[in-house]
């Protein structure tokens, strides 16, 4: 089987799901003020794609793209935990990549929490690179910050 994605409204009732999984796991790993998700109304902006994967049919996955001066961000990754493990996080960020791109970006920049290991291993695996804090978020112990040049051939 092989990984689909397509572009979707934040509020697809597929990708609503997804989302509430997501977030009931990072308030369940972390302060209110370690937080940086986006609810569904801040996901419906012109600047902000979602992106839905599949496996055998089932929604299983979802990351935006959050364009910003001169990079993108990667918001709202998430895998199934039933999923992991099948290649669908690789897709997604593909997908991402190729996506931005397309439309000129030059960097990704994302920030995750600390203990979401196996996630910085993806990103790691991926060329993504340490850096330090971006755009509005501040140094935090409960925060990793990684960044991508998209000027490279791959």
């Known amino acids: 089987m092989s990984v689909t994605i397509e572009t979707v409204s934040p509020r697809d009732p597929q990708a609503v799901g997804l989302l509430e999984q997501s977030h009931a796991l990072m308030r369940k790993m972390f302060a209110p003020e370690d937080n940086h998700f986006l609810g569904l109304d801040a996901l419906c902006v012109p600047a902000i794609s979602l992106y839905l994967a599949a496996y055998g049919g089932q929604a299983v996955g979802c990351v935006a ?22 290649g669908v996080g690789q897709a997604l960020l593909a997908h991402l990549e190729g ?14 929490g600390t203990g979401l ?32 040049s998209l000027d490279q051939d791959r």
């Open 65 to 86: 793209l959050m364009r910003a001066e001169g990079y993108g961000e990667v918001k709202s990754f998430f895998v199934d935990p039933g999923a992991r493990g099948r």
């Open 99 to 112: 996506v931005a791109r397309g439309e000129g970006l030059t960097w990704l920049r994302l920030e995750t």
């Open 117 to 148: 290991d196996a996630a910085a291993r993806l990103y790691r695996s991926r060329g993504f690179l340490p850096s330090g804090p971006f755009g509005a978020y501040e140094e935090s112990p409960a925060s990793l910050f990684f960044e991508k």
